[in-house]
């Protein structure tokens, strides 16, 4: 993994190293562009019927939110479905591992996004002991071929890891403590997994050992500085899922009607404050 991040640095994926972080009007600009890009998926998807799903995993503090808000901010979320499953229910919990999310993943037109996913049994789970160390071993040897299944039915299927930094990971968590804004970000399970940083590097290693295949690869984006990794995962991603501009009728707003015998109420309507 070592070697991976070093790479990933030297490339610019978004690792401290090889320049200064990205200042925001930059970013602003850059991601205005990808966001133009990305309307221009949306509508492809929807006419090709083709089936998008993107999985998100990584560290507590990674910025696996912010990427996925960067995605979808522009887009439709009709199209563009964000899935992000709560703890499993007792029912949930005697049922096939992945059959929770199966029902989740796409039909023709959509996106679907899983802000974490089934792999919580590879990371989370493993590691806090919610499962035994035979139900993770089982889940990594099952899951290539349930992924193959899911490409075989025609889902354009991305997987991405972001990895950031000890340093970087304890400063945001640290801001999370000390902002009101972002108290709700922070709960005990991160607090524990924030204590557990060499077995989540463990078990993290199985993952992509067992579950990096030529059918479902991983990509691995470093996302010390977080804006760089967005553009890069969004860049990358544009590139992995064929799309081109679809010709439209040039667009022109037609004549407002004329009021005729409507008049205004004089409804005593209760307007918000302005100040």
Not at 132 to 140: G, I, M, P, T, V
Request: hydrophobic share 35%; with cysteine; net charge positive.
């Amino acid at each position: 993994m070592k070697d991976d991040r070093k790479k990933a640095k030297k490339k610019g994926s978004g690792g401290k190293p090889g320049g200064e972080r990205l200042k925001g009007k930059e970013y602003d600009a850059q991601l205005a562009k990808l966001h133009e890009e990305l309307v221009e998926l949306q509508e492809y998807v929807k006419k090709k019927g083709l089936k998008v799903a993107i999985v998100f995993e990584g560290r507590d503090g990674a910025g696996k939110g912010g990427t996925i808000k960067a995605i979808t901010e522009r887009v439709s979320p009709r199209v563009f479905r964000v899935i992000a499953l709560a703890a499993p229910s007792e029912r949930q919990k005697s049922q096939m591992y992945m059959q929770r999310y199966i029902p989740h993943l796409p039909a023709a037109g959509e996106v679907v996004i899983f802000d974490r996913s089934w792999y919580n049994r590879a990371g989370v789970e493993r590691v806090l002991g919610f499962c035994s160390e035979e139900e993770a071993k089982a889940f990594l040897k099952a899951v290539p071929l349930v992924e193959k299944a899911i490409v075989s039915s025609g889902v354009i299927l991305l997987k991405y890891w972001l990895e950031v930094s000890e340093a970087e990971q304890t400063r945001r968590l640290q801001s999370r403590i000390d902002d009101r804004r972002k108290i709700w970000k922070l709960s005990d399970m991160d607090l524990l997994s924030f204590s557990r940083w060499y077995d989540y590097s463990r078990a993290r290693d199985d993952m992509f050992q067992e579950t990096d295949t030529p059918w479902a690869p991983w990509y691995v984006a470093v996302s010390d500085d977080k804006k760089k990794a967005r553009l890069n995962i969004i860049r990358h991603l544009l590139g992995k899922i064929p799309h081109k501009p679809l010709k439209r009728e040039k667009i022109r707003l037609p004549d407002r009607q004329k009021p005729g015998k409507y008049k205004d109420p004089g409804y005593p309507f209760k307007y918000v404050d302005a100040k």
